[in-house]
């Protein structure tokens, strides 16, 4: 068990347009999530955690308005990048936990391509 | 500060060799440390946790906080284990935020 999946795998936009990507915890019910970036030969860096009904919690740095962050259900979180450009450009991954101190377990991660 | 340091960015060793993969933390309480892997083409998977004390495929990691390392060691590389390896820090008090260390990257040659 514990199977964290994410749509889609990877996706190609244009400059300016929005683009969601979903994270599905399969098997559990995950009351945190979690959104983080990784560019290219780069470690992980945490964007945002979000729990299941409330808003989410973003790291210093990182945009609300830019980076939608909904946690709408227990095995459901989506991450919104809205107007986005080319600097976007880079390698999400999610994780999800079932509780506050639970392990997390990742999703296999989105490519997001701006052109 | 928060902060998970791994001075190597490659390791490579040949299969049978000892490893090492070297991992130092900043944090002025008491943290939890992880060892994450991820295989070529697949995600990152949980190889092992401090408070578990536990050897994952071979693997094992001591919490040395006098010197703030969590070091990985392994007494024999196998091929198999070729990975990108992430130490990771939690913090206490139940916020369940994870700092990963940017990655050490094992190569295991034949």
């Known amino acids: 068990g514990a199977v964290v999946s994410q749509h889609p795998s990877w996706v190609i936009c244009k400059s300016g347009t929005s683009v969601k990507i979903e994270c599905r915890s399969l098997d559990f019910q995950a009351t945190t999530m979690f959104w983080y970036r990784q560019f290219p030969k780069q470690s992980l860096m945490l964007m945002a955690t979000s729990n299941e009904g409330s808003k989410a919690t973003y790291e210093q740095g990182v945009e609300k308005d830019k980076f939608l962050i909904n946690h709408a259900s227990l095995t459901l979180s989506t991450l919104t990048v809205t107007s986005a450009h080319p600097e976007d450009s880079s390698f999400y991954i999610c994780?999800?936990?079932?509780?506050?101190?639970?392990?997390?377990?990742f999703g296999p991660g989105t490519r997001l391509t701006v052109l | 500060a928060q902060r998970v340091t791994q001075p190597e960015k490659l390791l490579s060793v040949f299969k049978g060799a000892p490893v090492e993969l070297k991992c130092n933390y900043s944090?002025?309480?008491?943290?939890?440390l992880f060892w994450y892997v991820q295989y070529s083409r697949q995600r990152l998977q949980l190889l092992l946790r401090?408070?578990s004390r536990e050897s994952i495929k071979g693997f094992t990691a001591d919490l040395n906080k006098g010197e703030t390392s969590f070091h990985l060691k392994k007494p024999f590389a196998q091929e198999e284990d070729s990975a990108m390896y992430y130490c990771?820090?939690?913090?206490?008090?139940?916020?369940?935020?994870?700092?990963f260390g940017a990655g050490t990257r094992l190569a295991v040659h034949p």
């Open positions: 944090y002025s309480g008491s943290p939890e």
């Open positions: 990771a820090l939690r913090g206490s008090g139940g916020y369940n935020k994870l700092i």
């Open positions: 994780s999800a936990s079932r509780g506050p101190t639970d392990t997390q377990y």
């Open positions: 401090h408070i």
